[in-house]
Each structure stands twice: as structure tokens, then as C-alpha cells.
């Protein structure tokens, strides 16, 4: 019986692989070489717990589409490092400049204030889009807080007066409230550099001065300010806004210094993480007089 | 045994997924879209029926006939798995259009337990071969509609405000276990 | 890669990387043979033999396998191993074997097993591999107890066989109903998932949803 | 005079809405409820009232915990919708069902059918009918245990032996015995304690359709259904077969298609939709009743159409006013 | 009789009977107005006189930019002060020409009746008068009149639907016009069955305006060459709704997509009607137009005729000044009217009403419990719900693909929705998202 | 390629090795196991008797033991019957007085009834009502309470009547033609 066992069962495995040796070579497709280095990669189970149907799947779809990398959940983080290394992506652990989110608009209710009193969707998109304004400037911060809802790590705030604010030490960079915001107020720069115009207002001068006297009104004093210091590739002014080059990140804060509307300046609308407790703090307890009251 | 009151115990009464959990992963993971619960489901139907014929044969003219039933799993394994890979192929030559709709779901069976439960409970019924193809397709009929009621509900869920702890899995066996309690109607609807 | 300690690999499969939990892997013989917890208990054994079991082969024939082929020797493998657990547990543990049923062939085509040996056994050697199949069978196992403790004890009236509660009890029968495996995998996975989250977390996003 | 000339409220249009809201349906709901509760606290006694009591308030609790733990404002429970679950519940149970089962379904209707979804509107199954489907299944024998009500009309002629434990459905499905209409109307029978007195959920009916709280689509095609298909086989064999009016007033037929076949979150949105699930739940009704190893089949056979709800809700859309002229339109050019 | 009408629709609060038997007074003529260029839908008008220049009423300020686009005209003597930017009542920005107002001069001018040669005019002639007097639909849309009546040489037109059915709560301008100008709106009606030809002229107006219903159907029986039914419908809201007055009127169905000119109809507003007389007759164009001034929030609600441009603080002051603290302010009605945040906004062609609510709470959104009566009240038979949940979960493809686009925002979801659902919002948020991003 | 073939082909030969001597091993106790299981099963059934032997009775389509007790004296037979259960067949086992005519007892062997409802027929108080019966009538059951059901009445088990029905059909269709078929065994 033992030899019978052991003869059926090399049968079956001559067949099958000989079968596997010829729709190899029959069926063989020409694709991306990284492709077949992912599924090799892959534990090739096809259970299905990435959401795709199964390994070679998920591998094209990151070798094609950009699919993230650590949906393998058989493999976990092994599976993860190696996927990382085939498609060159550095799962590095720190990065050299910490990235965060700052938020490039001033007009909180105290700059632009709004005549009316919004009590539409509860949702910056929303309210733009069904043509129920919530602020007066068309380029400014609505303040409905969608970035808020958007951040996965409670590291963006909105202050009293309806701006949010960023805790560096909780933001990572990920990019949520970017996506969030449809004003595209919010952009992600290096903790380190603080001199920004934070204003994205293309209105000319007079029209954003009236709407939120935070605006900046393209006088261009701070691009002279950069001229006079020999440093005239720092700032610009297009379309009615001042903007500091961040390929270089070379305009100094100072250059904001004589700017009429303080929209130049280094606060960054940025705090640390006491400051941000004590926000939050004032915000609640003033919200729980207006109750009483 | 009718094969009628067979095949609805196979799909309905005794639905392999809400009563015997085989094919758990695949109805938790491809039942988030109804299209492709729907072609899994297919997909299911048809190995499920092939791999019944075939292990059948296996079972009835090889281990029986040379009385090596201790060989069952290896063997019945083995077959499903090139034999998935044969459909997939075949499909893949033949018909680029149907590959495109069932086959990427194909390789996801072989890891189904769902087909390897259907040979085994056919050999341990001692099931004819008529009785064990249809035992096949009831078994994938049941799957197919379990696979596509839980879609519709995921699909429908996708908007709900579900608790964070209960996202994804979770509510997903929550369903799957109300869905088991209403099945549960049907029993004794056939004697199994 | 870097390499990490024996003991991480085995620990890991306890909770971050808890193939029921956190993976929602091999749910058949989760679902099914967890009416009580001797049943759990068995079935994980059963899985952990034939998972260390394959990933020490695994590990060790690596060299000798062709990739093209790796997957239908790593199933006889597995299948091998789990007939042998069939055949012992028919033959030393009888009323066990027929509680678990057809769910001990099943463990064939369990995808942790599979997934172990692919992702980290054929990646690392004998000893890691082993470690880590040992983690994650004991993650399994844990898991099963637990889910069968909780069906045994509100579905039964009982713990590993012993009787809890007095004549005033009436079990829950659902608990050792399909349904009632289901809704507890269900309620016990959303628990882990608030437990991993952190109760803190969970409460700061609560509040500050909230107010919004 | 107030002279503000800015700072107004701003929303979008339209400024005015209708009175319903959603707590005012749940309250009507209860209200027309309120005839056959009242009919069962005097069939069952006292005990059923107690029962009412304590399921609301458990029904209250548990929402308000898990709201609690959610951290959302536990306000919600105000809508009501927990009170219309707990009343449904107890209505579907044995009046001697005991109070930790009955607990026990209040909290499972309410987290597992409800709160786990997302609370109100989200879930997918009637919230009281997986309560009961779970005790069904936890407590097999104690939900299948009845107790004959009071002889409140003794004017009306007597049913089957007082003694007799078994639903009017058990009786005529194992032993043949079919109970007479009026006792069916009036509550004479056996059964669940807000589904013996027919009459009284019926006029509960017609007063929620003429309140708009219920479409009468899925009441007509759901109860239409059980009637052609009972009735089919009762012509064919009036011996093994009962006949349908017995069909329509026996068990949890009337209370599952006035009351849970036409709770608006878990049935389609679309009147189609609505008959398509009328039939669906009629015909699961009788394949149940005929066939099935239980006497009554409406409580699966309502969790069931549930369960297929969103697919028929995703192939069931209205058609676009003006879309089959579009068509006819082209196809003339 | 059995009144006919449309499918679906609700009932809203009707609040009319304030209004609805004061007869139309003017305002006192305004010492300032700010007239916007964009009043219409379609391309904003160009401003064809310059800051100082001196105007004279009935002047043209701006001519029409293109074809969908419409003239605007100076209402009054006066000197321009100045161009401004600043919001429409839709939120958008749009130029506003200031007018220094010659109140005197603009007192003593008279318009002239001009005799009408009815046998001389064609339907191209008849266009071309209304595009001259900036004639817009005066129902609310603005949509240019003469775009509307320039039907693609195809096209054939054998039915004027006219719109006298005002299902907008509040509002009753129409409703006085109906029976304080029935002579000159029938006679408009002449000079379209001149240019057009009609084969039928239906006129639809609500059963709770009877005594519109008595005055129309007494002056028409006076012009026998024009033949003109009366068709008395059944209250409903949104009847006045092109579409939904089609099917309630003649039992037609405008195709999906498609406007009323590709099965022959045309569908004029009554305001629409004595706008093209006015001019046809009198060679005024579109300078002024009746408003309705109410709700809780006025001393005296009115019916008011006033010049396009004035200021609403001027509306404000005929109707005796707030009563009350004011929380919302309307333009329109309450169910498609656009809520201002100020009052310093002016009287635009397209303004039927001015509302004053001093009661507006605005309950939070609570969970839709898929009570579906939405469905049942949506005229166009779209799934308001589902079109809100897919703009709510951002899936703006898939809300197109459900008819997003067949909303005309009638508000009707809105109305009914139990869980106080911000559908129009929401599928004004997809409409708008989808148009601006191309989906 | 030739790699791939030999190192599969190795691979399953090996597994065949492994397996085939493990089976090799195994299942005399296997069989020893299946084989004790019955033994006790058919003890069961005449429980007052000590050791008592059984051997399987030569008849078609039927599993029929003879049992007799240490001194080799008849103390009844038993008779495998299988029942279309509410979830799937119900294996019994069927004990007779050694004159045919009363049932001595009932043993379940194997069932998938819903435990704690139709589970309950392996339940004694199920089980002992069938004692004394005669297997030549047929059986009925009954759904009410009656303190003192007549002849060859059982009661139902509340809530599961499909298992009690399906196990009294069963009974009902086996025990005479089992009869039968010892009769003309034992005649033999």
C-alpha cells in the first residue's frame, strides 16, 4: 500500500507539473518585469484581503497604478519592506525636514467678517459649491472646518474666530486636509521656514482690501523690501498676489515687516501643543457661555 | 434524495456560507461591489461544479479502487489547484471577454474553502455522481446569492455612519450573522 | 532586512498581527468549531502543528524549489501535514476529531498557513520561521479560545465542559448557532479594534466630533 | 423696531418645510399602535403591560448608552424610533416571555440591529424583528410557548380547548385544527401578544395610511400575495390546506405587513420597489408557512426581503420624468 | 370638474391671502439705484455708457453680450455715479451700474402710446421686440424670453402655455397682474399668435385664483380671433414649473434634457406677457416690474411696483420697516428663493418677491430614515435621496449618472423631508461641482 | 524545468511515503476507535446488562445487531435506523426485547438537529418514552400535555416537531421490515 500511495501521489505530481511547466512556457505575457518581482514578492495565497482579486493583481495595480503598498495583510510589514525595495520607495524612518501643513489664509471672522449667518451645510465644499456663501472673500478660508474633519491625527484646529490652525507637533504631513480644503488654502512646507504671504486672494487690490483687510493688495512693498536686500528672486507678485518662492525658500520674514495688511508675516498659523490646549480650552469655554447665556 | 430538494438544501437551507462558514474570506473580501460579488459568485458556481465532477472520479476509481482514502486532502488539493489554473488559462485563450468578467476571480478560489467542502462532503455523503454535480451547483448557487445579498447590504453601508470599531470585518459578520438568523427560516423547508 | 529577536516574531502574532483579529484570516474552523472551547482549543493545536510544521519544511527546502512551483509543493506540504493531524487526532483524541468534523481538512486551505510560510518562512531561517509559526499559531489559538469560551459560556452555561450557572440559566442556544458565531466574531472584533485603537484616542475624536 | 439691516441667516432653499418630522412619525406610529397594546394588556393582563414598560425603557437605555459611548449627544433617543422597536418587539413575543429575555432582545434590536450600523436610518434589518429573531434562536422553547388570552368576548363562540397551547398556524399546520375568523379578529386565540387581535392592527393600518405613515402598495401586494398563494392550494385541496382569509388574519401576518414591512428604513424607496418586496415577503410567507419546519414565516420572511432591500432599491430607481418619451422621441426620427 | 394636473409635487403653507387683494401701488421713485448687468441667465450684459454719462428712461445701459443674454435699460432720469462690483443675491459678483436718480424729471415722464400695425408683425419681428426690450422670463429662471421663442427652424410651434399659476407661497404679483392688466396681457398674447401662429393658447392658473380665472375668461371671450383656453389646475406645488405645467395644461411630456420648444411648446409667464405688451404698445422696455413684499417680519406687506435697481432698503421703507426682529430675508419665494444676508441688494427683472421671516429656526440635519418622501414628491422622479448621499459621500459621477441634472431645485425634497435633509443643498452642491470640474 | 518536475514529483512521493505509513500506523486504532464507539453505543441501549456482546447479523441493505450478555443468553438486538432530520440525518440505534415485541430503548448516535431544540431528542426524557413500545404498531406523537397518553403515543419535544416526527417516521418505516428480517435471519 505504501509504494501504491507513494506512486499515485508522484503521478499526480509528474502531471501537475508538467502541466505547469507547459502553460508556462504556452502562456507566458510580456509585462512589466517589476510585476512578476512584486508577485514573487507577494505570498501568492490570492486571499483576497488586500481588496484586490488576487496577488498578481495587486501587484500590477502597484506596479501601474501607484496602489499603495502595505494592503497585504498575509505578508504584513515583512511583505510591506519587501514591496517597498522592489518598487525603490524608501520607507525611511525619519525625514530630514519635517514637513507640516500651513494654512494660507488670515480672514477669520474678525478681518472678513461676513454679513450673513451661515447656516447651511456644515461643509466647506458644500457651501461653496451650492452658491451659499459663508465668507465674503471668494479666494479666502471658509471656515466650516472640512480640514478638520479630514485630519486623521487631531492635529488641525479651527480657532474662535473660524481659521484653523496646525499643531506641529501632531501634524505628519499627510496631506488630508490638503485634499479637504477646495479653496487649495492649505500646502505642506518645512517647519524650519516661517515667512509666508498668507493670502491667496487674486482679487485686485481694492476689491480684497474691502472683502478682509487681511488680504494682501499686491503693493508690492515687500517685493522692493526683497529688492533692497538683494534678494529679488524671494518674492513676486502675479495676478494681484504676493508669493514667496518656495523652491528656495529664501524670503526672510523681515520683508514682511512694512507690509500694510500684515498678510506677510511668520506666524504660520501654526502653534505648538500647549498653546493649542489652551485654543481649545478659551474656544469651548466661550461656547459654553454663549449656551447659558 | 429529488435532486430538487437537493439543490435547494445545498443553496438555500443549508447555505454553505451562512451555515457552514466555508468560503468566509471571499464573502467578507469581494463583497464590497455588487458586479464583482456577482461574477465571483459565478465564477464559484463553476469550478465548484467542475471540481465535483472531477474529484468524484478521483475519489470513486482511484482511492476507493485502490483503497488509499488517506491520500483524499493531497490529492483533492492538488486537483483543485491545477485545475483552477487550467480554467483560468483555457478562459484566458478562448474568451478574452469572459476572462476579463470572471477570471481575475479565479485564482481566488483555489484558496476557497468553500470548493475544497464540497469534495469532501460529497465523498463523506458517499453522494452519486449526478447527486454530487448537483451538490455542486446548489452549494455555488447558495454562495452566489449570500456573496451578492451581502454586497448590496455593503454597498448600501458604504454611507452609513457605521462606529469606527465596527468598520469593515466586523459589521460585516454582523450582517453575515443576522443573514444566518433569517436563513434560519428555511430550515426544515427540505429534510437536508 | 533587518533582523529582529526571536521573541518578537513569536509575539507579534499575539496581537498586532493577530491572524483573526487583525488579519480576518481563516475563518472557516473560526466560525465553525468554536462552540466551546475545548473545540477551539483542538482546532488551534490542530492549525499550529501544521503551521509550525510547514513553515520548518517550508524554511528548510527553500533552496531546492523552483519559484514556478512553490505554491503546489508548499500545498502538498500542508496537506500532508494536515492528514497526519487528522490521523492522530482520529485515533488518539476520537470524540474531538468528530466535534471538529470536516473542518480539519479545511486546514488545507487555510490562507495563514499559507500566507506564513510564503511571506516569512521561505524568507528567514528554520528558527525565526518556527518562532514565527509558533506566534502566529498561538494568536490563532488564542483567538479561537476566546471567541469559544464567550459561545460556550453564554451559549452552554458552561467552561471547558463545566457547568457555571445554576438551574436558573437558561442559555443562550443562538451562541452555538451559525448566527451566533458570526454576531460574536463580529461584536468580539470591533472590541479588539477599540481596545488597539486606544480608548483614548477613540474618546478625543468622539468629543471633538462632538462639538463639531 | 428692530432696524438690522445685515447678519440674517443663510440657507439654501427651500425656507419652509412640512410638519412631519422624524419623531413625529415614530410618536404617530405608537399612537395607532395604541389600540391593539391596549387589547393586549387586556387579553394578557397586567403582566404585558409591565412588559411594554420595561422594554421601552431598556430599548432607552441601550441607545443611550451606545450614543453615550459614541460620544454623540444621547438627544437621538428622543426620535423615538427606539420606543416604535421596543413596542413591535413585545408585540411579536409569548406573553409569558420571561424579562431577561425580553431584556436581552431589547438590547440585541437595538445595538446589533441598530446602533451598530450607525443608529437611525442606517440599519439594514428591522431592528425588532432581529431582536426577535435572536431570541427565536436563543430561547427556542420559551418563544414557542403560549398561553391562551382571557375570554374577554365571551359572547363570541368559544376556539379550541382552552387548554390547547398551540397558535392558531401551529394547530392547523401539525394538527389540522383551523381556528374560526371572529376569534382571529377579536384576539380568542393563542399567539404572540400584539398579533392576536387582527382587527385592531387593522384599523391601526388604515389609520397610518391615511396619515401617509405607510404606502399602501407594500400592504395590498404583501397581503395579496398570501392570499392568491394560499389560496391557489386551498381550492386545489381545501382538506390539507387552510383557507387564505385564515392566512391573512392568522399569526403575525397583519402586525409584519402593517407595521414591519412598512418600516421605511429597511424596505425600498420606490413604490415599485415596494411591490417587488410586497411579493418577495408574501411569497417567503407561504413557502414558510407550507412547507417550512416553522408554523409562521413572516418575521424571516421580512428579515429576508431586508436583506435583498438594497439591491432592490439599486435596480429599482424612478425613471426620470420625460425619460420614455426621450426614447419614443428618438426612435421616431 | 376634475382639475387637472401634474404628477407628484406638495402641498407647502400657502400664506398668500396677505397679499393677494391689495392692489399694485408704486414706490416712491428711489434716489439712488444700482442696477446689476447680469440679470438673466446666460452671459452678463455690457455696460454700453460710462460713469457720468446722463441717461433717460427706457435708454439702453447695456446691451446684450451674444445670444443667450439680454438688455438692460435705464428706469429713470439720471446720471451714472459710478460702476461697482458686489454679490448678486445668488452670491455670485456682478457689475452694478449706480444711478443718480433726476427724481423730478423721471416723475414727469410719460410714455406714449404707438399705434401696432398687429397684421405687420411676423414671428421675426415679434423676436426681435422682445430682445430689444431685455425681456427675461419673469417667473424667477431669467432665462432670456426671445432665446426661448427662437425655436430651431426643425421645431415646430403649435402651443403657447401661459403661466398664470404662481405656485410660490407668499407671492401674488402675478395674481394682481392677472386681474388688474388682463386687457394688455391678452393683447401680448395677440401679438405672439401673430409672429407663432399657435394652434392652441392654453392659459393654466390655479383653482384658488378664481377671480383671476373670472377676469381672464370674461376678456377673452372679447378677442375672438385669438382663441384662448382657460385650463383652471389643481393646487399643487411646483406647477408653475415649465415641465410640470406642460403636463398639467396639454398632457405633454417635455423629453428629459430637452427644453419645451422640441415638442412645439412655448411657455410664456403672464409678467412675461404685459412686459412684451408694454413694449409692443408703449415702446417701454423691461424697466420696472411688480414685487410682492411680505411675511411676518413687515409692518405693511404690499404689492409694489418699482424700477429695476432699487435699492431693497427703499422697498423696505414703503412697507412701513421691520416688524419685528427679522431673521431671514428672501428674494422669491420659499421655495426656490434665495435667502440675502443683508439687505443691501437691489430689485433685479427676475425678483418676484421680498420676504421678511421672522421665525426661522434651522434644525440640524438628523439621519435620512429612507422614508422615501422625497421620491414620492419629486416631480421630476429623481431619488433625492440617493442624489444627496451620493453628493454627501462626494460621488459626484455617480450622482450625474442618476439624472442629477433633471433637478430644477424646486425644493419640493426639501419641503417634505422629515429629517430636515438639506437635499437642494446637496444636489446643488453636486449640479455645481459636476459643471465646474466637467465630470 | 526538469528541476520543477523531479523536485514536485519528489515532493509528492515523499508526501505519499509519509502518509501512507502514517495511515499504516493509525488505523488499526482507528478502526479499534469507530469499532468502541459502537460497542458502547449498543451497550447503552441495554444498560442493565453487564458486558454484553454484540455481532452483526448477516441481512441486506441493513445494519442489525444481535446482543447477548457474558453468558452468551439473547438479550435483544439493536437496529441502525436513519432519520431525515431537520438539518441533516439523525443515525439511532434501536433496541428490541429478545421476543420482538417491545422497544427496549433508543441511542442516538449522530445528529444535526439544532442543539437545545431539535437536539433534544438524545435526551433521556425524549428517549425513555419509546421503552415498552410495540414496534409492530405505528407510533404517534402527540403536541399537547396529556397527563396519560395512550398506547404507542410520544410526546413532542415543544418547539421541535419536525425531529420528533422525523425520528418516529423513521422508526415507524424501519421496525417492521428490521422485524422481519430477523425473524427470518434467526430462522436460518
Known amino acids: 500500500m505504501v509504494l501504491i500511495a507513494a506512486a499515485m501521489m508522484g503521478l499526480i505530481g509528474l502531471v501537475f507539473a508538467l502541466f505547469l511547466v507547459t502553460a508556462n512556457t504556452r502562456f507566458a505575457v510580456e509585462t512589466d518585469p517589476r510585476i512578476a518581482e512584486l508577485e514573487d514578492t507577494l505570498p501568492g495565497v490570492n486571499c483576497g484581503g488586500c481588496g484586490y482579486a488576487s496577488c498578481a493583481a495587486y501587484a500590477e495595480a502597484v506596479a501601474q497604478n501607484g496602489e499603495k503598498i502595505d494592503l497585504c495583510v498575509v505578508g504584513g510589514e515583512e511583505t510591506t519592506r519587501d514591496v517597498a525595495h522592489v518598487m525603490g520607495v524608501k520607507v525611511s524612518d525619519e525625514q530630514k525636514d519635517k514637513l507640516v501643513a500651513v494654512v494660507f489664509c488670515q480672514g477669520d471672522s474678525e478681518a472678513s467678517a461676513f454679513p450673513g449667518e451661515y447656516r447651511g451645510i456644515p461643509e466647506c465644499a458644500a457651501a461653496i459649491y451650492s452658491q451659499d456663501v459663508a465668507k ?105 498676489l504676493a508669493r514667496v518662492n518656495t523652491s528656495n525658500y529664501s524670503a526672510k520674514p523681515e520683508y514682511g515687516a512694512k507690509c500694510p495688511t500684515e498678510c506677510y508675516n511668520s506666524n504660520r498659523n501654526l502653534v505648538k501643543k500647549d498653546e493649542a490646549m489652551a485654543r481649545i480650552k478659551a474656544s469651548r469655554a466661550s461656547r459654553a457661555e454663549a449656551v447659558e447665556t | 434524495m429529488s435532486l430538487v430538494v437537493l439543490i435547494i438544501s445545498a443553496a438555500i437551507v443549508n447555505n454553505f456560507v451562512l451555515t457552514y462558514f466555508v468560503g468566509i474570506c471571499p464573502f467578507i473580501g469581494v463583497s464590497k461591489k455588487i458586479d464583482a460579488a456577482l461574477s465571483m459568485g459565478i465564477a464559484v458556481t463553476f469550478v465548484m461544479t467542475i471540481t465535483a465532477i472531477v474529484t468524484w472520479i478521483i475519489n470513486r476509481f482511484i482511492l476507493i479502487q485502490l483503497g488509499l482514502p488517506f491520500l483524499e486532502y493531497v490529492s483533492y488539493i492538488v486537483v483543485i489547484a491545477s485545475l483552477v489554473q487550467f480554467v483560468e488559462m483555457f478562459i484566458r485563450k478562448t474568451s478574452p471577454a469572459l476572462y476579463k468578467t470572471l477570471g481575475i476571480f479565479l485564482p481566488l478560489i483555489t484558496t476557497n ?80 | 532586512m533587518a533582523t529582529r529577536s526571536i521573541t518578537y516574531e513569536f509575539a507579534k502574532g499575539l496581537i498586532k498581527n493577530n491572524p483573526v483579529f487583525v488579519q480576518v484570516l481563516g475563518m472557516c474552523p473560526v466560525l465553525a468549531v468554536t462552540t466551546s472551547v475545548v473545540n477551539g482549543l483542538g482546532m488551534g493545536m490542530a492549525t499550529s502543528f501544521v503551521l509550525v510544521s510547514a513553515a520548518l519544511i517550508g524554511s528548510l527546502i527553500k533552496p531546492l524549489v523552483p519559484s514556478e ?144 | 423696531m428692530s432696524a438690522r439691516a445685515e447678519g440674517f441667516i443663510l440657507t439654501s432653499s427651500p425656507h419652509d418645510s412640512a410638519a412631519d418630522t422624524t419623531q413625529r412619525i415614530m410618536f404617530s406610529v405608537v399612537i395607532t399602535l395604541l389600540p391593539a397594546m391596549v387589547m393586549s394588556v387586556f387579553y394578557f393582563g397586567l403582566r404585558v403591560l409591565g412588559l411594554y414598560v420595561l422594554a421601552i425603557a431598556s430599548c432607552l437605555v441601550t441607545e443611550s448608552l451606545t450614543r453615550r459611548a459614541r460620544g454623540r449627544s444621547p438627544w437621538s433617543i428622543a426620535d423615538g424610533s427606539a420606543v416604535v422597536t421596543a413596542v413591535l418587539l413585545v408585540m411579536v413575543l409569548p406573553p409569558e ?90 384576539g380568542q386565540i393563542g399567539g404572540s401578544i400584539g398579533e392576536t387581535g387582527s382587527i385592531f392592527i387593522v384599523a391601526g393600518g ?128 | 370638474m376634475t382639475l387637472r394636473t401634474f404628477k407628484k409635487g406638495v402641498h407647502p403653507h400657502d400664506h398668500k391671502t396677505r397679499t393677494a387683494s391689495l392692489p399694485v401701488e408704486d414706490v416712491p421713485i428711489p434716489q439712488l439705484l444700482r442696477i446689476p448687468v447680469s440679470q438673466h441667465l446666460g452671459k452678463p450684459a455690457v455696460p454700453v455708457k460710462q460713469r457720468g454719462d446722463e441717461v433717460m428712461p427706457g435708454e439702453l445701459l447695456c446691451d446684450a453680450d451674444g445670444f443667450v443674454s439680454a438688455r438692460v435699460h435705464s428706469p429713470v432720469h439720471g446720471k451714472i455715479k459710478k460702476i461697482v462690483q458686489q454679490p448678486l443675491p445668488a452670491g455670485r459678483m456682478s457689475d452694478y451700474i449706480e444711478i443718480a436718480v433726476n427724481v423730478e424729471e423721471t416723475q414727469a415722464h410719460q410714455w406714449q402710446r404707438r399705434e401696432v400695425d398687429l397684421n405687420a408683425l411676423d414671428r421675426d419681428t415679434v423676436v426681435e421686440g422682445i430682445r430689444d426690450a431685455g425681456i427675461v422670463g419673469m417667473g424667477g429662471a431669467t432665462f432670456p424670453t426671445h432665446v426661448k421663442f427662437s425655436p430651431p427652424s426643425t421645431a415646430e410651434i403649435d402651443t403657447l402655455v401661459i403661466n398664470g399659476v404662481e405656485c410660490e407661497p407668499y407671492l401674488t404679483c402675478d395674481h394682481r397682474l392677472m386681474l388688474e392688466r388682463t ?195 419629486c416631480p421630476m422622479n429623481l431619488m433625492p435621496l440617493k442624489l444627496a448621499a451620493y453628493a454627501k459621500a462626494q460621488k459626484f459621477v455617480e450622482a450625474r449618472q442618476h439624472n442629477l441634472n433633471d433637478c430644477f431645485e424646486c425644493g419640493s425634497c426639501a419641503y417634505v423631508c422629515p429629517s430636515r435633509i438639506k437635499l437642494v443643498a446637496w444636489i446643488r452642491y453636486a449640479k455645481n461641482y459636476v459643471r465646474v470640474h466637467k465630470l | 524545468m526538469r528541476r520543477m518536475i523531479i ?57 442489525i445487531y444481535r446482543g447477548e450478555d457474558a453468558e452468551g443468553r439473547l438479550i435483544g438486538y439493536a437496529v441502525a435506523v436513519t432519520a431525515s432530520g431537520y438539518n441533516g440525518p439523525i443515525s439511532m440505534l434501536l433496541g428490541l426485547t429478545p421476543d420482538l415485541q417491545q422497544i427496549e430503548g433508543l441511542q442516538v448516535v449522530e445528529n444535526l438537529e439544532t442543539p437545545g431544540l431539535g437536539g433534544r431528542i438524545t435526551e433521556e426524557q425524549f428517549r425513555e418514552q419509546f421503552i415498552g413500545l410495540d414496534p409492530m404498531q405505528s407510533i404517534t406523537t402527540i403536541r399537547h400535555v396529556e397527563p396519560d397518553p395512550a398506547a404507542n403515543e410520544v410526546q413532542a419535544i415543544s418547539g421541535a416537531t419536525i425531529s420528533t416526527d422525523a425520528v418516529v417516521d423513521a422508526i415507524n418505516r424501519r421496525a417492521e421490515k428490521a422485524i422481519d428480517a430477523i425473524r427470518d435471519a434467526e430462522d436460518r
Open chain 1, 136 to 240: 465674503r472673500c471668494k479666494y479666502g478660508c471658509v471656515g466650516l472646518g472640512s480640514c478638520v474633519a479630514a485630519c486623521p491625527f487631531d492635529a488641525i484646529h479651527m480657532s474662535p474666530t473660524g481659521i484653523p490652525y496646525v499643531d506641529a507637533e501632531k501634524c505628519t504631513a499627510c496631506g488630508n486636509c490638503v485634499i479637504a480644503c477646495p479653496r487649495d488654502l492649505i500646502e505642506l512646507h518645512p517647519l524650519k521656514y516661517d515667512a509666508f504671504v498668507y493670502c491667496k486672494s487674486l482679487d485686485p487690490g481694492p476689491i480684497a482690501r474691502k472683502v478682509c483687510n487681511k488680504a494682501c493688495i499686491a503693493c508690492n512693498i515687500c517685493v522692493k523690501a526683497a529688492a533692497a536686500d538683494d534678494n529679488p528672486e524671494a518674492v513676486s507678485v502675479t495676478d494681484n
Open chain 2, 113 to 192: 474553502c468553500a470548493i475544497l467542502f464540497v469534495a469532501l462532503l460529497h465523498t463523506m455523503r458517499g453522494y452519486g455522481f449526478i447527486e454530487s454535480v448537483v451538490f455542486g451547483i446548489g452549494a455555488g448557487v447558495g454562495f452566489t446569492l449570500a456573496i451578492v445579498i451581502m454586497a448590496g447590504i455593503r454597498e448600501q453601508l458604504e454611507t452609513a455612519d457605521i462606529p469606527k470599531p465596527f468598520q469593515g470585518a466586523a459589521i460585516t459578520l454582523i450582517v453575515a450573522g443576522i443573514l444566518a438568523l433569517a436563513f434560519m427560516g428555511f430550515s426544515g423547508l427540505v429534510a437536508a
Open chain 3, 69 to 212: 512551483v512553490r505554491i503546489p509543493v508548499y500545498a502538498v506540504v500542508i496537506a500532508t501535514f494536515v492528514t497526519i493531524a487528522d490521523l492522530v487526532l482520529r485515533a488518539f483524541f476520537p470524540p474531538l476529531s468528530a466535534s471538529l468534523g470536516p473542518y480539519v481538512p479545511l486546514i488545507v486551505v487555510n490562507c495563514v498557513i499559507m500566507g506564513r510560510i510564503e511571506a516569512f518562512a521561505t524568507r528567514n531561517g528554520p528558527g525565526p520561521a518556527v518562532s514565527d509559526a509558533l506566534g502566529m499559531g498561538a494568536g490563532f489559538t488564542a483567538a479561537l479560545m476566546v471567541l469559544g469560551a464567550v459561545r460556550e459560556v453564554l451559549g452552554s452555561g458552561a467552561f471547558f465542559g463545566i457547568e457555571l450557572f445554576g438551574e436558573g440559566f437558561t442559555p443562550l442556544l443562538v451562541m452555538i448557532l451559525p448566527a451566533g458565531a458570526f454576531l460574536t466574531l463580529g461584536v468580539l472584533m470591533a472590541i479588539f479594534n477599540a481596545l488597539k485603537e486606544g480608548s483614548h484616542t477613540v474618546l478625543i475624536k468622539a468629543e471633538s466630533k462632538a462639538e463639531a
Open chain 4, 97 to 186: 416571555i420571561s424579562p431577561v429575555a425580553l431584556v436581552v432582545g431589547c438590547v440585541v434590536a437595538i445595538f446589533l440591529g441598530k446602533e451598530v450600523f450607525g443608529g437611525i436610518g442606517s440599519n439594514v434589518f428591522n431592528p425588532a424583528l432581529v431582536g426577535r429573531a435572536f431570541l427565536s434562536a436563543a430561547y427556542p422553547v420559551q418563544i414557542t410557548t403560549w398561553t391562551t388570552p382571557n375570554r374577554v368576548f365571551a359572547f363570541l363562540p368559544q376556539g379550541i380547548d382552552a387548554q390547547t397551547q398551540a397558535t392558531p398556524l401551529a394547530a392547523a399546520r401539525f394538527e389540522g385544527i383551523y381556528e374560526a375568523l371572529p376569534n382571529l379578529l377579536f
Open chain 4, 206 to 333: 388604515i389609520a397610518m395610511l391615511a396619515l401617509r405613515l405607510i404606502r399602501w402598495e407594500m400592504v395590498v401586494s404583501l397581503l395579496g400575495t398570501v392570499f392568491v398563494l394560499t389560496g391557489i392550494p386551498h381550492l386545489v385541496d381545501p382538506g390539507s390546506f387552510a383557507d387564505p382569509v385564515f392566512h391573512l388574519f392568522a399569526g403575525g401576518l397583519m402586525l409584519g405587513a402593517v407595521y414591519m414591512a412598512t418600516d421605511m428604513v429597511t424596505t425600498p424607496y420606490t413604490r415599485v420597489g415596494n411591490v417587488i418586496f410586497g411579493v418577495g415577503a408574501g411569497t417567503l410567507v407561504v413557502v414558510i408557512r407550507l412547507f417550512g419546519g416553522y408554523p409562521e414565516g413572516v418575521m424571516f420572511a421580512i428579515l429576508l426581503m431586508n436583506a435583498v432591500t438594497p439591491i432592490i432599491n439599486r435596480y429599482t430607481d424612478n425613471r426620470v420624468f420625460g425619460a420614455q418619451t426621450a426614447k419614443a422621441g428618438e426612435g421616431a426620427q
Open chain 5, 183 to 377: 386687457a394688455e396681457l391678452l393683447e401680448a398674447v395677440r401679438i405672439l399668435n401673430r409672429g407663432f401662429g399657435f394652434k392652441r393658447i392654453l392659459f393654466g392658473i390655479e383653482s384658488n385664483k378664481p377671480d383671476a380665472i373670472a377676469a381672464v375668461s370674461r376678456a377673452a371671450a372679447e378677442i375672438p380671433d385669438t382663441p384662448i383656453e382657460i385650463v383652471p389646475l389643481k393646487v399643487k406645488y411646483p406647477q408653475g414649473a415649465e415641465k410640470m405645467l406642460i403636463y398639467a395644461a396639454c398632457g405633454r411630456t417635455v423629453p428629459a434634457g430637452k427644453l419645451p420648444l422640441e415638442i412645439g411648446v412655448i411657455v410664456a409667464n403672464v409678467f412675461t406677457l404685459v412686459a412684451i405688451e408694454d413694449w409692443f404698445f408703449w415702446g417701454k422696455p423691461l424697466i420696472d416690474r411688480v414685487i410682492t413684499v411680505s411675511g411676518d417680519g413687515i409692518k405693511t406687506a404690499r404689492n409694489l411696483r418699482a424700477p429695476i435697481g432699487t435699492p431693497f432698503e427703499d422697498l423696505v421703507e414703503a412697507c412701513g420697516g421691520f416688524n419685528g426682529d427679522v431673521a431671514k430675508v428672501l428674494v422669491g419665494g420659499p421655495m426656490m428663493g434665495v435667502a440675502l444676508p443683508t439687505l443691501d441688494y437691489s430689485l433685479t427683472k427676475g425678483s418676484s418677491g421680498l420676504l421678511f421671516l421672522t421665525q426661522a429656526e434651522v434644525p440640524a440635519e438628523s439621519p435620512c430614515i429612507r422614508c422615501a418622501r422625497c421620491v414620492d414628491a
Open chain 6, 7 to 63: 523536485v514536485l514529483t519528489l515532493v509528492t512521493v515523499l508526501s505519499g511515503l509519509v502518509l501512507a505509513a502514517t495511515f499504516a500506523s493509525l488505523s488499526p486504532r482507528i478502526e479499534l476507535n469507530r469499532e468502541r464507539a459502537l460497542q458502547a453505543s449498543l451497550a447503552a441501549l441495554f444498560s442493565d446488562v453487564d458486558e454484553p456482546q454484540f455481532e452483526q447479523l448477516e441481512i441486506e441493505e441493513m445494519d
